[in-house]
């Protein structure tokens, strides 16, 4: 899979038409993208698409707009039977194990500077990358963690982190949910990866508009090889 993608650069940047679309034309076109290191992109400027763009805020780039109606919230079902069937366990996450979970915190981390800031977690499951980071000594000043399943929300509320707050909500089809607490940095580990194409760009679109600083993310790609 891809690692992670960041998009925090001023100037003209879009959120591109398709996920895999996106890594095709980073491989083939180097004007697309800024390689920060190996797994990381800053998306400078969209390719030629027929989507409408709208201005976006002083200092902060264009962001591609798509009318795409929603879908059932099918992307939220392998949480939920993963809840039925494992409860709050690590298991809920749906990541193959702890190694693999935290290698993709890791990669975060390096990406961009937490201390001071407000990060926000979409999909945030049990807190477990807001546990990361405290345990890797990074003084945020404030978490905030949004998801879906109100039960993984009830333990990570249960686990006293300090200066972290978690909210139980669907932020794809409440975007809103992005805005809480106005997050410097919004962080989208493994959610994607049970949404279709155009939820994910619609969920990374808003997440753009509701970042102060940066969004990163990380998703399964289609293809096999490095």
């Known amino acids: ?21 996106a890594v095709r034309a980073v491989e083939h076109d180097k004007s697309t993208a800024q390689f920060l290191q190996p797994g990381c992109v800053a998306f400078g400027h969209a390719p030629e698409d027929n989507a409408k763009t709208r201005a976006a805020p002083a200092g902060r780039a264009l962001v591609v707009g798509y009318d795409l109606a929603m879908a059932a919230d099918d992307y939220l079902e392998p949480y939920r039977q993963g809840a039925v069937r494992h409860g709050t366990d690590f298991r809920v996450t749906l990541w193959a194990n702890q190694r693999s979970q935290q290698l993709r915190f890791k990669v975060m981390a390096r990406m961009f500077d937490f201390t001071g800031k407000r990060v926000l977690d979409a999909g945030c499951s049990r807190g477990d990358f807001a546990a990361y980071l405290i345990e890797q000594g ?26 972290c707050a978690f909210h139980a909500g669907d932020f794809v089809r409440d975007p809103g949910l992005l805005r809480i607490e106005d997050p410097h940095i919004i962080a989208i580990s493994g959610s994607l990866n049970t949404m279709t194409e155009s939820q994910a760009l619609t969920v990374l679109d808003a997440a753009w508009q509701a970042c102060g600083e940066a969004l990163m993310f990380n998703f399964l790609s289609d293809r096999c090889g490095p």
């Not at 899979?1 to 001023?10: F, H, M, Q």
């Not at 990074?138 to 006293?160: K, M, T």
């Open 1 to 21: 899979d891809v690692d992670a993608g960041l998009l925090s650069e001023s100037g003209e940047a879009a959120v591109l038409r398709a996920l895999a679309r």
């Open 138 to 163: 990074v003084a945020f000043e404030r978490f905030i963690g949004v998801d879906g399943l109100p039960e993984v929300i009830d333990f990570a509320n249960s686990r006293g982190l300090a200066n």
